[in-house]
């Protein structure tokens, strides 16, 4: 199987370690993982403020990046979600019969890690090892678009010495959704602060999501509100064996 990692650009900007830990756990695997160079944006954030035009181009060339991969990885269920729910209908809308083509077809073919790992490869034991005590939470995109459900969680509980914690009102939104954190700073903190009073209330010492975008969002009212709690993504934590600090 070719597989292709779409790192996304906030994991390739500010986040690279969460898309070596997706190399090096399917590489544990046995699954090799190309990286198009030709790879650039999902066009979300163009597409969500009104750009169509400009998210255009963006899908035809991711497109054209992951052409004849059998699977696209990607560590973002936003990102995920964005290049398989709306590349397609923009193509659709705005595109021309060959582009349009060309985007339907490899859209269904992405996939977020969880996704990838339990739909595709069949496995949720991925032979991870993480001693600590963890809460997952559910972004908006893996909840409701790509609506992965108990898939994050299977693979959480097979890591051993992980103590996975229920987070309270999981499903609530953590408050970034994009530009919205720009455009409505104070609905957002308020969102942010409630995410955060759930996450302290558990006892644990590791936020886990599959969204770094969520994961910053939260890590920094963590950090500004003194607590100690560590925000790390799901592949990272798959990534971790007995061999690797802790």
């Known amino acids: 199987m070719r597989i292709a990692l779409f790192v996304t650009c ?17 590489r544990r695997l046995g699954h090799d993982v190309e990286f198009p160079e030709a790879q650039t944006c999902c066009g979300q954030m163009h597409f969500n403020t009104g750009y169509r035009d400009q998210a255009l181009p963006i899908a035809e060339g ?3 990046a992951f052409a004849g991969y059998d699977a696209v ?5 936003s990102c995920a979600a964005m290049v398989r729910d709306w590349h397609p209908k923009l193509a659709a809308e705005r595109g021309g019969p060959r582009p ?9 073919r992405v ?4 996704e990838l790992l339990v739909d595709v490869l069949g496995v949720t034991d991925v032979g991870a090892y993480y001693p600590h005590r963890v809460t997952y939470h559910p972004t908006c ?21 992980l103590d996975l914690v229920e987070l309270p009102d999981a499903a609530e939104c953590c408050g970034f959704g994009g530009t919205f954190a720009l455009k409505n700073a104070d609905v957002s903190a308020a969102m942010a602060a409630d995410k955060v009073a759930n996450v302290r209330g558990t006892g644990a010492g590791t936020l886990c999501a599959a969204d770094n975008s969520c ?18 993504h799901l592949a990272e934590i798959l990534a971790s064996t007995e061999e690797d600090p802790a």
């Open 215 to 232: 994961l910053m969002h939260l890590g920094g009212t963590l950090t500004r509100t003194g607590s100690d709690v560590r925000t790390v």
């Open 111 to 114: 996939f977020e890690l969880s």
């Open 141 to 161: 995109h893996s909840l409701r678009m790509l609506r992965v459900g108990d898939r994050p969680l299977r693979l959480l509980r097979a890591v051993r010495g």
């Open 73 to 77: 990885v990607a560590p973002s269920a």
């Open 62 to 64: 991711f497109a054209r």
């Open 10 to 26: 906030v994991n390739d900007t500010l986040f690279p370690d969460t898309g070596r830990a997706v190399v090096r756990l399917l």
């Open 100 to 108: 349009a083509a060309a985007v339907a077809d490899v859209a269904p």
